[in-house]
């Protein structure tokens, strides 16, 4: 059931076409990683649990966010299913802020475009960070538009990676605690990363 799941929430061909986009782009080797459940929750101050401005109007922002639950549909299931099998579903648990810093953090405007985004990968190399933008990938990758970058980042500037914590750590302290799609996305990774943050760039 997880193996149908990734297969119909993550087509094959949207990450050679965002690792082609950037290699070209940046001239380094990049590892791509498609980024899962965007519904992210915030520790920032001016901003309320769910990323929105304190003060502001949040009900444009839920028919985004009905959007994109329909979209995680499919995951969701799979998981339950996986949580039933295991006995699991115990007691409420207090979930981690996935996303913290201080007020105008540096890490709150590549969120508010990722937030919007449709088919969020996360794109690093040795010297830089992206976030980029693919549309559904439920799609066949020939139906959907060109990858496009939403955000960017490159030396000193850059937020350090920590494949090993799932982070992204900008300069003024803000982090961003990464959710990766699928286990499909996790042992993508395992072919590049060694424990504890040794990274083997592809060549």
């Not at 508010?112 to 690093?124: E, S």
Request: hydrophobic share 40%; charged share 25%; glycine share 10%.
């Amino acid at each position: 059931m997880e193996a149908a799941a990734d297969a119909a929430q993550v087509r094959p061909g949207f990450r050679e076409r965002v690792e082609a986009l950037m290699r070209e782009h940046w001239r380094e080797p990049v590892i791509v990683l498609r980024l899962g459940d965007t519904d992210l929750r915030f520790a920032v101050p001016g901003r309320r649990e769910d990323g929105t401005v304190e003060g502001s109007q949040p009900v444009l922002r839920a028919f985004g966010n009905v959007a994109r639950g329909i979209g995680a549909a499919v995951g969701f299931v799979a998981y339950l299913a996986s949580a039933a099998g295991s006995g699991g579903g115990g007691g409420k648990t207090e979930r981690a802020a996935d996303v913290t810093g201080p007020a105008d953090a540096r890490v709150l405007e590549p969120l508010d475009l990722l937030r919007r985004a449709k088919g969020p990968w996360l794109v690093c190399s040795p010297s830089s960070v992206a976030l980029v933008e693919t549309g559904s990938t439920y799609v066949d990758p020939a139906d959907a538009p060109e990858p496009r970058v939403l955000w960017e980042a490159r030396g000193p500037g850059a937020p350090e990676v920590s494949f090993r914590k799932r982070t992204l750590t900008w300069p003024d302290g803000s982090r961003f605690k990464f959710p990766l799609q699928s286990r499909t996305e996790e042992r993508h990774l395992r072919q590049f990363h060694e424990y504890p943050d040794v990274v083997h760039w592809p060549r």
